[in-house]
């Protein structure tokens, strides 16, 4: 019970800084959990939406495949069509979307770790300096650089920040005036 007090007694002294601090750090959570939940909801309607959509691929794959396959006839080989069309069976489709699904939610599992491990790094990069002028006193002159290049660093990750979002947008943008499906997912 004694160092429950102490706890909370050194929790209300640190309370100008603490809660300033938590906040943020609760902020930056929330919005990183917001967009990769935002970001799995899009892919998993757009899979949802593919899975759906198979049977229609299927037809459309069988009418293109009808040219192929009678071209090749033309050239005088006998291909089995029944065992083309069961070699392009929904669900083997089907099977291949499951794996997707399985292997892209560990893949977003691992973003996810490493865009939070990402993010809390930035966060503490604002302060480096403070933590070596603490650390070493007053003689940080040399850590001039390093400042530089932390700041060099945060530029060019929100240039590219940007940069990226831009051609995402762009691109699904122009996939959906091409109307090709899930323009979401291809951007």
């Given at each position: 019970?004694?160092?429950?007090?102490?706890?909370?007694?050194?929790?209300?002294?640190?309370e100008?800084?603490?809660?300033?601090?938590?906040?943020?750090?609760?902020?930056?959570?929330?919005g990183?959990?917001?967009?990769?939940?935002?970001?799995?909801?899009?892919?998993?309607?757009?899979?949802?939406?593919?899975?759906?959509?198979?049977?229609?691929?299927?037809?459309?794959?069988?009418?293109?495949?009808?040219?192929?396959?009678?071209?090749?006839?033309g050239?005088?080989?006998?291909?089995?069509?029944?065992?083309?069309?069961?070699?392009?069976?929904?669900?083997?489709?089907?099977?291949?979307?499951?794996q997707?699904?399985?292997?892209?939610?560990?893949?977003?599992?691992?973003?996810?770790?490493?865009?939070?491990?990402?993010?809390?790094?930035?966060?503490?990069?604002?302060?480096?300096?403070q933590?070596?002028?603490?650390?070493?006193?007053?003689?940080?002159?040399?850590?001039?650089?390093?400042?530089?290049?932390?700041?060099?660093?945060?530029?060019?990750?929100?240039?590219?920040?940007?940069?990226?979002?831009?051609?995402?947008?762009?691109?699904?943008?122009?996939?959906?005036?091409?109307?090709?499906?899930?323009?979401?997912?291809?951007?």
């Amino acid at each position: 019970m004694a160092a429950f007090v102490i706890v909370v007694a050194g929790m209300r002294a640190a309370e100008p800084i603490l809660v300033p601090l938590l906040f943020a750090v609760f902020l930056v959570v929330m919005g990183v959990l917001s967009v990769g939940i935002g970001f799995v909801l899009i892919i998993g309607t757009s899979l949802d939406d593919f899975s759906d959509a198979i049977p229609r691929y299927q037809i459309l794959l069988t009418q293109k495949m009808a040219p192929i396959h009678q071209g090749i006839e033309g050239l005088g080989f006998q291909l089995n069509k029944d065992g083309l069309l069961k070699s392009i069976d929904p669900g083997a489709s089907m099977k291949l979307v499951a794996q997707l699904l399985s292997g892209l939610g560990t893949a977003l599992t691992n973003s996810f770790l490493i865009f939070l491990t990402v993010v809390f790094i930035l966060l503490e990069a604002s302060n480096f300096r403070q933590k070596i002028r603490i650390a070493f006193g007053d003689q940080s002159h040399p850590f001039a650089q390093y400042h530089k290049i932390g700041n060099a660093i945060n530029h060019y990750l929100a240039i590219k920040t940007v940069v990226s979002l831009g051609t995402g947008v762009l691109v699904a943008i122009w996939v959906g005036a091409l109307d090709v499906d899930f323009p979401l997912t291809w951007g």
